[in-house]
């Protein structure tokens, strides 16, 4: 490889620190009394059958004794141990004086190498340390399978790494050929499986020398099932052949405890949409003015939509979540002209027994009535007791007022980004806005008021949320007052007084963000986003072509930029789909020339930079995605230096070593550390 990263000699020399280590390591079996508290793993002492045995039996009765130098104990097992290729029942795992017994319980398929996969399950029994990346390898047939290939899983949208992901190889002989609709996942059980690390790195082993179709799983439920909508999933578009992947490095991570290596597969995971068929699966009336149709699938297509008792034009239909499927109906009608059960029907597309989207007709009839609280039966025979003792004394009696129960999330005190004015919801939605009887009023510092102009603007989706904007002035306090029943809902409640006093951001306590767009495609749009140091989105810009970009009022404090590039021009990223074979929407973390992807900002400061997106979103390469991870391993090495620095530890000054387990120096990884430089997929033969 002609790239050479400025970390690789440090990979050597941990790896060398770490062979010896190992070395050293059949020394220090115990630690004395009243000496430093134990950090090392178990060892392995005993193997029966040894790891890598061949000729094994296919009956499911197989039992394996793993013994260590201590008594060991199970964590997480659920989580942390799995078999390549799955078994239909999982082995059973029990503790044995200082070891552990497996008990196979499946029948196995003949000439099946296998591998049993630990993770970090086993520890020892006083302090809990792990053996990490335990693995015992075995073969029904009279060779073990010893191809090998590594690869990154990074989440497709926050361009971060995606830990612990499963990876699933399927034989490209044993499923369909895919043209353009895979269903590999739903249809096979993959032979070989593998899992991502914490960094999202992993090492696929003992594959054969056979086109692969790949998949990155990040099994949530720990079911060994790919469930759409629930689990991220990465594809490769191509098979892969083991034997015919380039060379690649691997070096024992001494401060993550995990073999980790350069990686030849990348997947940009996403999050897939399940399909549902179209259904109205419930109707409710929470409340007298509201009713609620839940839909199985997104985006409902109604016909028609008509109740006896309302006419159309007062039946309001609100979207309540991103896909549609669930529609808020509110009825803009006096409380005492609602019936307590409304009836009708309505018309929309359901998907029949074929799943073809045909008119469906359903009766609705949508049943209400008022409940009453125990506080509010408590506040009424109160009242009704001090009726009838101002009756009895002759006197006369008014009911006190009550207090409106029109609800808003207006702010008594707000500080405005006057780019973004001020949003506001209400419990319903509005249908009258006085705004001749609303006053907004700007108090300068030399005690002088002016008016100034509000407007009550409508969010496009929300019936119910709103924009309050004006020509916001940094100069100033803004005061803006609503009096009584300025504003009134469709259940006909009006407003109880308001005041709330507003200031205005002032630049100079932000900084200001200057990008200099450069592209030569000038069809693809892209979404720039400013995050905070923690990846949280503060501020994005969309629709983003060649030339300067500003984004104003950013926090004070360290931010990076998150690029989408939105191919389709429709002002959002799209997620990918995997049975149409759609890779998501590409998204990046921008870094400069030195690799840094965090930028300090201070208050009235301009920052300028420039964004290439041809670099930026270049193809993807074995030698780019490591130079990408040896940067941010640097960038992860110094801070973790400076926090050692700031608790006063030195470098280096551990007296542990985690990375010995007994019987191949990375988990079963091959013949050891030996060969861990410089590695071919058909290394590692045993």
Same mark, same amino acid.
């Given at each position: 490889?002609?790239?050479?990263?400025?970390?690789?000699?440090?990979?050597?020399?941990?790896?060398?620190?770490?062979?010896?280590?190992?070395?050293?390591?059949?020394?220090?079996?115990?630690?004395?009394?009243?000496?430093?508290?134990?950090?090392?793993?178990?060892?392995?002492?005993?193997?029966?059958?040894?790891?890598?045995?061949?000729?094994?039996?296919?009956?499911?009765?197989?039992?394996?004794?793993?013994?260590?130098?201590?008594?060991?104990?199970?964590?997480?097992?659920?989580?942390?141990?799995?078999?390549?290729?799955?078994?239909?029942?999982?082995?059973?795992?029990?503790?044995?004086?200082?070891?552990?017994?497996?008990?196979?319980?499946?029948?196995?398929?003949?000439?099946?190498?296998?591998?049993?996969?630990?993770?970090?399950?086993?520890?020892?029994?006083?302090?809990?340390?792990?053996?990490?990346?335990?693995?015992?390898?075995?073969?029904?047939?009279?060779?073990?399978?010893?191809?090998?290939?590594?690869?990154?899983?990074?989440?497709?949208?926050?361009?971060?790494?995606?830990?612990?992901?499963?990876?699933?190889?399927?034989?490209?002989?044993?499923?369909?050929?895919?043209?353009?609709?895979?269903?590999?996942?739903?249809?096979?059980?993959?032979?070989?499986?593998?899992?991502?690390?914490?960094?999202?790195?992993?090492?696929?082993?003992?594959?054969?020398?056979?086109?692969?179709?790949?998949?990155?799983?990040?099994?949530?439920?720990?079911?060994?099932?790919?469930?759409?909508?629930?689990?991220?999933?990465?594809?490769?578009?191509?098979?892969?052949?083991?034997?015919?992947?380039?060379?690649?490095?691997?070096?024992?991570?001494?401060?993550?405890?995990?073999?980790?290596?350069?990686?030849?597969?990348?997947?940009?995971?996403?999050?897939?949409?399940?399909?549902?068929?179209?259904?109205?699966?419930?109707?409710?009336?929470?409340?007298?003015?509201?009713?609620?149709?839940?839909?199985?699938?997104?985006?409902?297509?109604?016909?028609?939509?008509?109740?006896?008792?309302?006419?159309?034009?007062?039946?309001?239909?609100?979207?309540?979540?991103?896909?549609?499927?669930?529609?808020?109906?509110?009825?803009?009608?006096?409380?005492?002209?609602?019936?307590?059960?409304?009836?009708?029907?309505?018309?929309?597309?359901?998907?029949?027994?074929?799943?073809?989207?045909?008119?469906?007709?359903?009766?609705?009839?949508?049943?209400?009535?008022?409940?009453?609280?125990?506080?509010?039966?408590?506040?009424?025979?109160?009242?009704?007791?001090?009726?009838?003792?101002?009756?009895?004394?002759?006197?006369?009696?008014?009911?006190?007022?009550?207090?409106?129960?029109?609800?808003?999330?207006?702010?008594?005190?707000?500080?405005?980004?006057?780019?973004?004015?001020?949003?506001?919801?209400?419990?319903?939605?509005? #249908?009258?806005?006085?705004?001749?009887?609303?006053?907004?009023? @700007? +108090?300068?510092?030399?005690?002088?008021? &002016?008016?100034? !102009? $509000?407007?009550?603007?409508?969010?496009?989706?929300?019936?119910?949320?709103?924009?309050?904007?004006?020509?916001?002035?940094?100069?100033?306090?803004?005061?803006?007052?609503?009096?009584?029943?300025?504003?009134?809902?469709?259940?006909?409640?009006?407003?109880?007084?308001?005041?709330?006093?507003?200031?205005?951001?002032?630049?100079?306590?932000?900084?200001?963000?200057?990008?200099?767009?450069?592209?030569?495609?000038?069809?693809?749009?892209?979404?720039?986003?400013?995050?905070?140091?923690?990846?949280?989105?503060?501020?994005?810009?969309?629709?983003?072509?060649?030339?300067?970009?500003?984004?104003?009022?950013?926090?004070?404090?360290?931010?990076?930029?998150?690029?989408?590039?939105?191919?389709?021009?429709?002002?959002?990223?799209? #997620?990918?789909?995997?049975?149409?074979?759609?890779?998501?929407? @590409? +998204?990046?973390?921008?870094?400069?020339? &030195?690799?840094? !992807? $965090?930028?300090?900002?201070?208050?009235?400061?301009?920052?300028?930079?420039?964004?290439?997106?041809?670099?930026?979103?270049?193809?993807?390469?074995?030698?780019?995605?490591?130079?990408?991870?040896?940067?941010?391993?640097?960038?992860?090495?110094?801070?973790?230096?400076?926090?050692?620095?700031?608790?006063?530890?030195?470098?280096?000054?551990?007296?542990?070593?985690?990375?010995?387990?007994?019987?191949?120096?990375?988990?079963?990884?091959?013949?050891?550390?030996?060969?861990?430089?410089?590695?071919?997929?058909?290394?590692?033969?045993?």
């Amino acid at each position: 490889m002609s790239y050479k990263s400025p970390i690789t000699l440090l990979r050597t020399a941990v790896a060398l620190l770490f062979m010896t280590a190992f070395l050293c390591r059949c020394a220090t079996v115990g630690t004395p009394s009243g000496g430093p508290k134990d950090s090392l793993p178990p060892v392995i002492v005993n193997l029966t059958p040894d790891n890598f045995s061949t000729n094994r039996p296919l009956t499911g009765h197989d039992r394996i004794l793993i013994e260590f130098d201590e008594f060991v104990q199970i964590k997480d097992q659920q989580k942390e141990f799995f078999t390549s290729p799955a078994m239909k029942k999982k082995p059973l795992i029990t503790l044995k004086g200082k070891g552990i017994v497996v008990q196979l319980r499946d029948t196995l398929a003949p000439n099946q190498t296998y591998a049993l996969n630990f993770g970090g399950a086993i520890r020892d029994n006083n302090e809990g340390n792990p053996l990490n990346a335990m693995r015992y390898v075995f073969s029904t047939g009279p060779e073990i399978d010893s191809m090998i290939v590594s690869g990154y899983t990074a989440d497709s949208y926050k361009a971060d790494s995606v830990s612990k992901s499963f990876i699933w190889f399927f034989a490209a002989d044993s499923v369909e050929q895919v043209i353009d609709h895979d269903s590999t996942l739903f249809k096979y059980k993959p032979n070989a499986i593998a899992r991502a690390e914490n960094n999202g790195i992993f090492i696929a082993q003992n594959l054969k020398p056979i086109p692969y179709r790949v998949y990155a799983i990040q099994d949530k439920n720990d079911n060994q099932m790919y469930e759409p909508s629930v689990d991220q999933v990465g594809f490769l578009g191509e098979t892969i052949n083991p034997a015919e992947q380039p060379d690649f490095a691997i070096w024992y991570d001494s401060l993550r405890f995990y073999p980790s290596a350069e990686p030849q597969l990348y997947f940009r995971m996403f999050t897939d949409r399940a399909f549902r068929r179209q259904v109205l699966q419930e109707s409710t009336r929470p409340l007298q003015h509201k009713a609620e149709l839940f839909f199985a699938s997104e985006r409902p297509e109604i016909l028609r939509l008509k109740f006896d008792s309302i006419p159309s034009d007062s039946v309001l239909i609100e979207p309540v979540t991103q896909g549609h499927d669930t529609l808020n109906l509110w009825f803009n009608m006096r409380p005492e002209s609602l019936p307590d059960t409304i009836k009708g029907e309505m018309i929309y597309l359901k998907h029949d027994t074929a799943n073809i989207l045909r008119p469906d007709t359903v009766a609705l009839k949508l049943s209400w009535r008022k409940i009453e609280s125990k506080e509010e039966e408590k506040e009424r025979e109160r009242l009704e007791r001090e009726r009838k003792k101002a009756e009895a004394a002759g006197e006369t009696w008014e009911e006190p007022k009550k207090a409106s129960p029109f609800k808003h999330n207006i702010p008594e005190r707000a500080d405005i980004n006057p780019e973004k004015h001020l949003w506001v919801d209400f419990d319903y939605p509005l #249908t009258k806005i006085d705004s001749s009887k609303i006053l907004l009023t @700007r +108090t300068l510092e030399d005690g002088s008021v &002016e008016d100034r !102009t $509000l407007h009550f603007v409508r969010d496009t989706f929300g019936l119910r949320r709103y924009q309050l904007r004006s020509d916001w002035q940094t100069e100033g306090t803004y005061t803006l007052t609503i009096p009584e029943g300025a504003l009134e809902n469709v259940a006909g409640e009006k407003n109880d007084s308001l005041v709330a006093n507003f200031t205005v951001y002032n630049p100079e306590k932000y900084a200001t963000l200057v990008l200099t767009i450069q592209s030569s495609d000038p069809s693809t749009s892209y979404i720039i986003q400013q995050l905070d140091q923690g990846g949280k989105m503060q501020q994005e810009k969309r629709n983003v072509k060649a030339g300067k970009v500003q984004i104003n009022y950013v926090q004070v404090g360290e931010i990076q930029i998150r690029v989408v590039e939105d191919r389709n021009s429709n002002g959002k990223w799209d #997620t990918g789909n995997v049975v149409e074979m759609r890779q998501p929407e @590409r +998204t990046e973390i921008f870094a400069d020339e &030195e690799g840094e !992807t $965090l930028f300090a900002t201070k208050a009235n400061w301009e920052i300028e930079l420039t964004i290439d997106m041809d670099k930026l979103f270049a193809p993807v390469t074995m030698q780019s995605l490591q130079q990408m991870l040896d940067e941010r391993e640097l960038r992860r090495l110094e801070r973790e230096a400076e926090k050692r620095l700031r608790e006063g530890k030195k470098p280096g000054n551990d007296n542990h070593n985690h990375g010995s387990n007994g019987f191949g120096s990375m988990g079963g990884l091959g013949g050891g550390l030996s060969s861990s430089m410089d590695m071919t997929g058909g290394m590692f033969n045993r």
